[in-house]
């Protein structure tokens, strides 16, 4: 089993999701990831479409991504509640 990781929400229990891009949420746990063969940081590109159609040609059903330059949005849940 490998745990894939893909951003991080909190420093120092401090949240940084609605005020932090999804680069710099990446970039901070890169940095926080002490090397391990059960805990991989999920790939990045650049280019969507381009991983999308070789996604595609390598018989995969697709891909998931979210944009770079967007901070996190707080759940249903978290909205209602204030």
Request: charged share 20%.
């Amino acid at each position: 089993m490998v745990f894939v990781a893909a951003s991080i929400c909190c420093i120092s229990r401090e949240s940084i999701c609605a005020a932090s891009p999804y680069s710099d949420r990446r970039r901070y746990l890169a940095q926080c990831l002490l090397p391990s063969p059960l805990v991989q940081l999920v790939h990045a590109a650049d280019d969507g479409i381009a991983l999308h159609a070789a996604a595609l040609a390598s018989g995969f059903e697709g891909v998931v991504g979210k944009r770079k330059d967007k901070a996190a949005t707080r759940p249903a849940a978290a909205r209602r509640r204030g």
